[in-house]
């Protein structure tokens, strides 16, 4: 009988545009470009941090636990913005839906009564359901999500105003009306010798948790689908609006927690806090290698992106450097990771 076993072309291999990315040392440096960014911000803060009593300010355990500690509401938004970014959409409400979150949770517990835990369950519920219909009207009238979701900023940032009557809205703790259960305080406080925040564990665990849900379930394989290639997704069989819809209140719910985590941490909510959140958190996601065409991205990386932006406005706070000149870096940084995308993208057609 005849061998008919069929043996793939040694130059069909020899041309594949995996293998040849893989051996590129250029698309492997934009792959891995949150950690050699984070190495070299480290080494810069080392090299130009001030110093005290003979100790460098950057390394300073409180000056570590600070800038940890402030990249956790950024941080926590960038986990669900990376699921946005890998379908190829973008959200651009999720500094907004901070605000509101934060006037919510402080609302519902000073001026209803509710407890903690059922004030975070129904503003993350609202976080989500308001992700979800930004998805749902982009998908079923084909818009931009560009355009969508810079309509539910406006929204939500209107939303908060009402809400609050544009004023703060104080947490103060104790028993009785006006009081909210000193459980709340929770979130500001630093566990293991006074060291590491609470608000950077439980941005820590929800990286965990959207690391196996992207990585390890069928939901994470149909996102990376999607964003691949959403004609092949469909024809396939994959439900591509319902995850479209998903991502985005998956989004929503990050910056609803991420709301509450600020309103625990400042002890007030304010409808004009997260301003320019939504650019630091798609920073973050690009850095870390999420490509903004769609398709590719990993959760590792957004944490390592978020550390470095978050390192990056340390050395720049400890030098008295102009504040605005940290929006200029991030607006410098996101359009460097795009190009080296595009790069990447134009080096394997090439081979194709």
Avoid at 12 to 17: M, Q, R, V
Avoid at 33 to 54: A, K
Avoid at 138 to 167: C, D, H, W
Avoid at 285 to 294: A, D, K
Wanted: aromatic share 6%; hydrophobic share 55%.
């Amino acid at each position: 009988m005849p061998d008919l076993t069929i043996s793939p072309a040694p130059t069909a291999l020899a041309t594949s545009p995996v293998s040849h990315n893989r051996r590129d040392p250029f698309a492997i440096a934009v792959r891995f470009q949150s950690v050699i960014g984070l190495i070299l911000v480290i080494i810069c803060g080392v090299v130009f941090s001030p110093s005290r009593n003979g100790q460098l300010l950057f390394l300073a355990p409180d000056n570590i636990a600070n800038i940890v500690r402030a990249i956790s509401e950024t941080g926590i938004i960038a986990l669900g913005m990376t699921f946005v970014i890998i379908t190829a959409g973008i959200d651009l409400s999720v500094g907004a839906l901070l605000g509101l979150s934060s006037v919510l949770v402080a609302t519902l517990m000073i001026s209803f009564g509710w407890s903690p835990l059922a004030a975070i369950i129904g503003v993350a519920a609202i976080g989500t359901l308001f992700g979800g219909i930004q998805g749902a009207i982009s998908t079923r009238f084909r818009l931009e999500p560009f355009i969508v979701t810079l309509a539910g900023l406006q929204v939500a940032r209107g939303l908060a105003l009402m809400v609050s009557g544009n004023k703060y809205i104080n947490i103060s703790y104790g028993d009785g009306p006006g009081l909210a259960n000193p459980a709340f305080d929770i979130l500001s406080q630093r566990l293991f010798g006074n060291t590491v925040p609470v608000a950077t564990l439980i941005f820590l665990g929800l990286a965990l948790i959207a690391t196996f849900v992207l990585n390890r379930t069928r939901f994470g394989r149909y996102v990376f689908a999607v964003g691949g290639n959403q004609r092949a997704a469909r024809l396939s069989g994959i439900p591509v609006n319902g995850i479209k819809m998903a991502v985005y209140a998956i989004a929503g719910l990050s910056a609803s927690l991420a709301g509450v985590v600020h309103a625990g941490q400042f002890s007030f909510g304010s409808p004009n806090d997260g301003m320019g959140y939504e650019l630091t958190a798609i920073a973050a996601v690009v850095i870390g290698g999420t490509s903004l065409f769609g398709g590719a991205g990993s959760m590792v990386g957004t944490v390592a992106g978020s550390i470095m932006l978050g390192a990056l406005a340390n050395i720049l706070q400890l030098n008295n450097v102009n504040p605005a000149l940290q929006l200029l870096a991030t607006g410098a940084i996101i359009v460097l990771a795009a190009m080296l995308q595009s790069l990447v993208r134009r080096r394997e057609g090439s081979v194709r």
